[in-house]
């Protein structure tokens, strides 16, 4: 089992910054894919990013790359997304997701078995 929280969600401009962090409990998480999804309202939930368990192989929607940045830290259990160039599209509950197997294609919502509970980014334009 894998318990999962997030935090660093927030308000911020257009053009901002923000970084999101996943703390993880369990004895697997080092072997775990890690991602990111998001859900806008009235919307499905769609992957953001995801990092496979040695931080070796990573995917990006094509909405956030060149502006998002997934990564981790083993020793920490924590996973993070580095946002800068935040848009108004960007504005979504923010969930952190855990795996045991390594994606095929694009990830998809229903090869993660653990999420946390959501965290708030809203961008003002």
């Known amino acids: 089992q894998v318990q999962l929280v997030e935090s660093g969600g927030g308000l911020v401009q257009a053009g901002g910054s923000l970084r999101l962090s996943c703390a993880a409990s369990?004895?697997?998480?080092?072997?775990?894919?890690m991602g990111w999804f998001r859900q806008a309202p009235g919307k499905e939930r769609e992957v953001v990013a995801a990092?496979?368990?040695?931080?070796?192989?990573?995917y990006y929607a094509d909405s956030v790359k060149g502006r998002f940045t997934i990564s981790r830290d083993n020793a920490k259990n924590t996973v993070y997304l580095q946002m800068n160039s935040l848009k108004p599209e960007d504005t979504a509950v923010y969930y952190c997701?855990?795996?045991?197997?390594?994606?095929?294609?694009?990830?998809?919502?229903?090869?993660?078995?653990?999420w946390g509970q959501g965290t708030q980014v809203t961008v003002s334009s």
């Open positions: 369990g004895r697997t998480f080092s072997t775990n894919v």
């Open positions: 990092i496979s368990w040695s931080g070796g192989s990573t």
């Open positions: 997701a855990s795996a045991r197997r390594i994606w095929v294609g694009v990830p998809s919502s229903t090869d993660f078995g653990f």
